[in-house]
């Protein structure tokens, strides 16, 4: 007989929706700004000349044309989740939906890897040391990366509010640039004449902008983190339209600007040198600014890349975990501090990898881009499968022609055919094939775990 006297079990609540449309906003240009037009502007230019904005702008378009692609799907499931959630509604193949979900992980990581880089070489300029192995900058970044860890370790109300600040001081960092670009054209000073120049070597122009334009999105990534804030937002389906679009806008915008300003100012051969090309901007266009501060500021708007990316990586591992799709021991939480204590030290341990054995900046950055643009390609795709998935509410709904060439262009970039550096495809695949061993060693797990016969309490012996 059924125990009647049992209580239904309470639901689980639901996130806070705290969230307008200003806290958005900022979300999403925090979330793009960051390492990538700090650290990779120089390395654009040493690719495409003196029209280095061009890659931004294609970048930005492709970006823009996916951000569309994702208004769709968020206001049609306005859940946390991603990427992860639409590939698994639109396919149905879990080891597929854990192939992207690991792919958005792997990308976090070696974004952070990529800011570790990018903080050790401005340290190094704000404090005038020189090491000509790269030894003490490798070790930076190590130390950093660590860093990073215990602030991961101690929990995510400090990230959070560490990240508010360093926002901040990353836009501030950029609008220095700006400024510094006005003052040199008010004043006739600089070579704004340069801005027009291809010069891409042995390639063609489009040839040169095309492989430009693969470390150049590195600098739009993050708008796609907003849609896991979906469950957090005030009307989601009504204010996530304006916002993410205002926010591809103004970053955009800032980044053609900080483009246009470092290639007036310094010449493309010698802003391609070195990870530290704002610098030189600064240096060049206004002698008289402390270049220590701007060194500093630097630092630690790089320094807000990384500390998102690894909250990031180490919470979706965590949430793979509770699913049961990666080791359950990736779930454990911190007693006291109640962090996913094992997913931080996994992926503190893949990025410190990936600082120690591969270093370049622009292969990190390069190997952040080409695992999202895989993503995008996937999620672009989604949108055109899920159009048979009607759903009651109404949604954002964009151009049919909008994800085919977002899928189109998307995938274009992901492939060869783009001389991308090789080295970001072995990157990528040794981060892949490490999602495919906690993967098979889970269904490992699950299988051992189904053939073990349960365990039985002894029975009692007749009086």
């Not at 509770?322 to 962090?339: D, I, S």
Request: aromatic letters at 10%; glycine letters at 10%.
């Amino acid at each position: 007989m059924a125990d009647v006297s049992a209580e239904p079990a309470k639901p689980e609540p639901s996130l806070n929706r705290v969230m307008g449309p200003g806290l958005l906003l900022l979300f999403v240009v925090g979330d793009i700004l960051g390492t990538g037009i700090y650290a990779l502007t120089g390395r654009v230019a040493a690719e495409v000349g003196g029209a280095v904005w061009v890659p931004f702008v294609v970048a930005f378009l492709v970006a823009l044309v996916t951000g569309f692609s994702y208004l769709e799907l968020v206001t049609k499931y306005p859940h946390a989740a991603g990427a992860a959630l639409y590939t698994h509604k639109a396919f149905g193949i879990h080891f597929f939906t854990f192939m992207v979900a690991f792919a958005v992980l792997s990308s976090g990581i070696t974004s952070a890897a990529t800011a570790s880089r990018a903080f050790a070489a401005n340290f190094a300029e704000a404090f005038d040391f020189e090491v000509g192995t790269g030894i003490a900058i490798t070790a930076v970044a190590l130390a950093f990366m660590a860093v990073i860890a215990a602030i991961n370790l101690r929990g995510v109300s400090e990230g959070v509010k560490l990240n508010v600040l360093l926002t901040c001081v990353e836009l501030t960092g950029l609008l220095i640039v700006i400024a510094i670009g006005l003052w040199a054209l008010g004043f006739g000073n600089g070579d704004f004449g340069r801005i027009t120049e291809f010069e891409t070597g042995d390639r063609s122009a489009l040839g040169g902008v095309i492989v430009a334009t693969t470390l150049a999105f590195y600098a739009m990534v993050g708008f796609e983190d907003s849609v896991n804030m979906a469950e957090e937002c005030k009307e989601p389906n009504r204010i996530f339209p304006k916002v993410l679009l205002t926010g591809l806008l103004i970053t955009g915008t800032i980044y053609v600007l900080v483009s246009i300003t470092s290639v007036a100012l310094v010449p493309t051969e010698q802003l391609g040198e070195g990870d530290t090309p704002l610098l030189q901007v600064v240096e060049v266009g206004a002698p008289g600014f402390p270049t220590h501060v701007f060194a500093f500021i630097t630092m630690f708007a790089v320094a807000n890349s990384a500390l998102i990316n690894m909250l990031m990586a180490s919470r979706l591992l965590y949430g793979m975990a509770r699913q049961a799709v990666v080791p359950h021991a990736f779930g454990k939480v911190h007693v006291r501090r109640r962090t996913p204590q094992v997913a931080i030290v996994f992926t503190t341990l893949l990025a410190l990898g990936l600082i120690a054995f591969v270093g370049e900046v622009p292969e990190l950055g390069g190997t952040t881009a080409l695992l999202l643009l895989a993503v995008f390609t996937v999620v672009n795709v989604a949108v055109l499968v899920l159009r048979r998935d009607p759903v009651e509410h109404k949604h954002f709904r964009t151009p049919t022609f909008l994800p085919v060439v977002g899928a189109l262009s998307c995938g274009f970039l992901v492939t060869p055919f783009t001389d991308r550096n090789p080295d970001q495809y072995l990157i990528a695949g040794v981060l892949l094939a490490i999602g495919v061993a906690l993967w098979l060693l889970n269904q490992l797990a699950i299988r051992s775990q189904r053939r073990t016969p349960p365990t039985t309490a002894a029975s009692t012996p007749e009086a």
